[in-house]
């Protein structure tokens, strides 16, 4: 058995805010978060369209977490710059 690739990504809501997560399947999820399957975060229902801004490849579920964390703590400023970035 192979272990998952993890994703740290970023969705931007139509007003403009940035959801953070992570995922084995960043497309997958955004389908969740738009209801196109089940399974989106409540956080997010309502506030499409959302589109995929940000996405990195991680070594491991944990990495991604702790990764995640950290890009939580994060101003929206530093958010955007790290996206502008990629």
């Known amino acids: 058995m ?18 953070t997560g992570i995922s084995t399947d960043p497309v997958r999820r955004l389908r969740q978060h738009k209801g196109e399957l089940r399974g989106g975060a409540k956080a997010l229902r309502g506030k499409g369209p959302l589109t995929l ?10 990495e991604a977490s702790k990764a995640e964390y950290q890009l939580k703590q994060l101003s929206k400023a530093a958010k955007e710059q790290r996206i502008s970035e990629r």
């Not at 192979?2 to 959801?19: D, E, I, K, N």
């Not at 990195?56 to 944990?62: F, L, T």
Request: no cysteine.
């Open 53 to 62: 801004v940000y996405q990195q490849v991680m070594a491991n579920r944990a």
């Open 2 to 19: 192979t272990a998952a690739t993890w994703f740290l990504y970023m969705v931007r809501t139509a007003s403009g805010q940035l959801y």
